[in-house]
T-cell receptor, first 112, second 115 residues
Framework: NAGVTQTPKFQVLKTGQSMTLQCAQDMNHEYMSWYRQDPGMGLRLIHYSVGAGITDQGEVPNGYNVSRSTTEDFPLRLLSAAPSQTSVYFC???????????FGQGTRLTVV | AQSVTQLDSQVPVFEEAPVELRCNYSSSVSVYLFWYVQYPNQGLQLLLKYLSGSTLVKGINGFEAEFNKSQTSFHLRKPSVHISDTAEYFCAVSRRQARGGKLIFGQGTELSVKP
């Protein structure tokens, strides 16, 4: 079982560029979410999805878009990268209710 | 709204000593509670969780935590740490009635185990 797979693991972007962080899970989990991790701030929720076709904003959604066309995939799009988006991004999935989330290995993004 | 406070940003400890990592939360509704561990350059791994029932919860790697509703705390403990426990530890909560598996995280505690 691969679990939650994120690609790429590392990325450097120039200010203003766009890109998509990929996330896929093979556990048939209903819920998926994106967090960003910054030093001293823990993880903060960017967007989440409760099922295919349904997404909603989290705590820090500005500058990011998501869509969920399948149960397995939940990509995160940066429309116009800014240095403030330099962070480590984690995708997570959970089977429903409010049980624990399973995390990917993260994507380390640097915007210069 | 919920919030989570981890009272120590860094905890240095010698090998084989006991350790306690403190976590307090605030919430006007019932919550589930979690502790996650993050080893360097890796994702987060669940250590233990409190959903209901016994307030003393045992997790992996010899860790345990106690849910104290009156003090709104969920402190993590280990009686004897190893060098391999060096990592960052995160306390998290989620609302019982919320959809989406959304977690609210504390700021993290860096545990550094020295020989």
């Amino acid at each position: 079982n691969a679990g939650v797979t994120q690609t790429p693991k590392f990325q450097v972007l120039k200010t203003g560029q766009s890109m998509t962080l990929q996330c896929a899970q093979d556990m048939n989990h209903e819920y998926m979410s994106w967090y960003r991790q910054d030093p001293g701030m823990g993880l903060r929720l960017i967007h989440y999805s409760v099922g295919a076709g349904i997404t909603d904003q989290g705590e820090v959604p500005n500058g990011y878009n998501v869509s969920r066309s399948t149960t397995e995939d939940f990509p995160l799009r940066l429309l116009s990268a800014a240095p403030s988006q330099t962070s480590v991004y984690f995708c997570a999935s959970s089977p429903g209710g409010n049980t624990e989330a399973f995390f990917g290995q993260g994507t380390r993004l640097t915007v210069v | 709204a919920q919030s989570v406070t981890q009272l120590d940003s860094q905890v240095p400890v010698f090998e084989e000593a006991p350790v306690e990592l403190r976590c307090n939360y605030s919430s006007s509704v019932s919550v589930y509670l979690f502790w996650y561990v993050q080893y360097p350059n890796q994702g987060l791994q669940l250590l233990l969780k409190y959903l209901s029932g016994s307030t003393l919860v045992k997790g992996i790697n010899g860790f345990e935590a106690e849910f104290n509703k009156s003090q709104t705390s969920f402190h993590l403990r280990k009686p004897s740490v190893h060098i391999s426990d060096t990592a960052e530890y995160f306390c998290a909560v989620s609302r019982r009635q919320a959809r989406g598996g959304k977690l609210i995280f504390g700021q993290g505690t860096e545990l550094s185990v020295k020989p």
